[in-house]
């Protein structure tokens, strides 16, 4: 049986006796956390193959940046070996000879040079591959929810609550996908050198305060890169109207 | 858009709505931002065509209404002239064939979407005039919608689906859970809380999107073919709800079907086609052809 009274209560009566809340139209920064971030979590499938793309492509970036680290550290202690050497005879010949050290030593200027233009080269790749990939997921994911926006936006949602909505998940994506790729870039990196030099030395030759700080920069990328790929997919499906968004069929 | 003044700080802010903390001091501002509403209610009444109409005797007005989609070369009318009037507190029903242009006149009523020409009134407020924040407002406390396919947040349960529009809507926390609790039990759903979308069955989601509707205590409800989805007993249950929460609360229902058990609830039936009122049957007409159904 239905409870008239509750009835009574539950609609405005035409206006006739309105309750006065406040008259505004609001989405706390705390709300809308919680609804992006339950958006992600629970769609984990989902979630997954969107973030792949960015997991891909920080996975290489972090990949790059781990073996020009690696390299620098296997030089850095092949040059240390060799001065050692050299000061070793030095030190047995006398002083006079201390002036060519240095030609001993290291790559020349000429390859160090393609080295790092090849370096370079590799990080604005990846960064490319990363920057496409990521728009593509967050494009996909947007547009499979028009429905859901245009239902938002009947519900009294602003544009730029969808806006909002999109860009915390986006960074919450971006980040959760770049610790990833950053990880699995670094380790699939340490792996490859330490079986290539029959060794686990490889580690401890690096310079893991620079690595660090690499690796912090693979996730800010990651992070800024999926924020900015997400603003314009974000913006236009907040822009739709609401009849139109909820046409859609996917 | 309004300036107000922080009461602690001094602090002048510009404001859509959506701030409610002072970016200076972090003093809630949300009483300052419920006065403007007086300032709201003036704009509203400056914006009303008619001012001489005090208490509105009509809800929903429309004057020459006409929706024409262009798609490439092709012109469709969907909507050719519509002039109607939704009385306060009635049960309407628009009715007509597949294509006629039902759903096409839902969404100008609602602001969903823009007429090609021709105006569409709620309470004597031009639509055409309101902003993008007053036209949120609108659709956040003023209609609640019901969907064919019901719409409802597929991540979100019942009740988080229910208390949404009053997250928009700036209700406290507290307030909305035990709002959103009385809703749903009204509906017949006070042990499905929790329960996702998917978890429940078409009938049952569709309470869920009638509670949702009621979220705000909305003047209208639209319904577009609340009951195209569902089996004849299950659309029979919500059409009896929703009658039953006009009857009760005088809140205006208007219903689009091409269901003929619509017909026995309303007050008035619009039959539309191709984008015209075709005719519009009144109270004792339809009762007279309920009854003859039966003989
Ligand atoms: N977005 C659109 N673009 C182009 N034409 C459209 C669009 N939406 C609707 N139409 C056309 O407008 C006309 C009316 O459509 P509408 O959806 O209002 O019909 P309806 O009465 O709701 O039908 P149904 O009972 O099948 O839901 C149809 O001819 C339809 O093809
Ligand atoms: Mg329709």
């Known amino acids: 049986m239905l409870d008239v009274k509750g009835l009574a209560k539950a609609a405005g009566g035409g206006g006739k006796e309105e309750i006065k809340i406040q008259r505004q139209i609001t989405l706390p920064w705390s709300e809308a956390v919680r609804i992006s971030v339950r958006n992600v979590t629970i769609r984990l499938g989902r979630t997954m193959i969107t973030a792949s793309g960015i997991v891909l492509g920080i996975a290489f970036l972090s990949s790059v940046w781990t073996s020009s680290v690696i390299q620098d550290g296997l030089q850095r202690a092949q040059l240390q070996q060799e001065r050692e050497l050299v000061e070793a005879t030095a030190r047995g010949q006398g002083e006079s000879e201390n002036a060519n050290i240095e030609n001993f030593t290291g790559i020349s200027e000429e390859e160090q040079q393609a080295e790092s233009s090849k370096r370079v080269w590799l990080v604005v790749m990846s960064l490319l591959v990363c920057g496409v990939g990521i728009t593509n997921a967050m494009l996909m994911s947007v547009t499979e929810r028009f429905r859901e926006i245009g239902t938002m936006k009947c519900l009294g949602a602003l544009d730029s609550f969808i806006v909002r909505l999109f860009l915390i ?4 994506l971006g980040i959760l996908g770049s610790v990833v790729g950053t990880i699995l870039g670094h380790i699939a990196m340490l792996g490859i050198f330490s079986l290539r030099e029959r060794s686990l030395s490889v580690a401890a030759k690096m310079d893991w305060g620079q690595m660090l700080v690499y690796l912090l920069l693979c996730i800010l990328v990651g992070t800024v890169l999926s924020l900015v790929s997400a603003i314009a997919p974000a913006v236009r499906a907040a822009r739709m109207r609401p009849a139109a968004a909820l046409q859609t069929e996917i | 858009m309004a300036k107000i003044t922080c009461p602690k700080c001094g602090e002048q802010i510009e404001t859509d709505g959506t701030i409610t903390v002072c970016p200076k001091c972090g003093v809630d501002l949300r009483e300052v931002i419920g006065s403007l509403d007086v300032d709201y209610e003036e704009r ?10 005090t208490t509105h005797e009509f809800i929903v007005r429309t004057r020459g209404l006409k929706k024409t989609y262009v798609m490439g070369e092709i012109e469709v009318p969907a909507l050719r002239d519509i002039d109607l009037d939704v009385r306060r507190g009635e049960y309407l029903s628009i009715m007509g064939p597949s294509g006629s242009g039902k759903s096409t006149l839902f969404n100008m009523i609602g602001g969903l979407d823009k007429p ?21 407002w609108l659709r956040c406390r003023k209609i609640g919608y019901i969907f064919q396919t019901f719409n409802l947040i597929p991540v979100m349960t019942a009740i988080e689906n229910v208390t949404l529009p009053m997250i928009f809507a700036g209700m406290g926390t507290d307030e909305m859970m035990e709002r959103g609790r009385e809703l749903l039990d009204l509906v017949g759903l006070g042990d499905r809380l929790d329960h996702k979308p998917y978890e429940l069955s078409g009938g049952q989601q569709q309470r869920v999107a009638v509670a949702r509707a009621l979220a705000n205590s909305p003047a209208i409800v639209l319904a577009d073919e609340p009951t195209g989805n569902l089996d004849l007993h299950t659309g029979k249950e919500i059409i009896d709800l929703l009658k039953e929460l006009n009857r009760a609360s005088g809140v205006t229902v208007i219903s689009a079907t091409h269901d003929l058990k619509m017909i026995d609830v309303s007050d008035r039936v619009v039959h539309i086609r191709d984008g015209e009122i075709e005719r519009i049957e009144q109270r004792h007409e339809i009762e007279l052809e309920v009854g003859g159904m039966g003989a």
């Open chain 1, 169 to 172: 998940e986006a960074v919450a």
């Open chain 2, 44 to 53: 509203m009444k400056t914006i009303a065509r008619d001012e001489s109409v």
């Open chain 2, 116 to 136: 090609t020409a021709g105006r569409c009134f709620i309470e004597e407020v031009d639509m055409a005039q309101l902003d993008a924040f007053e036209l949120a």
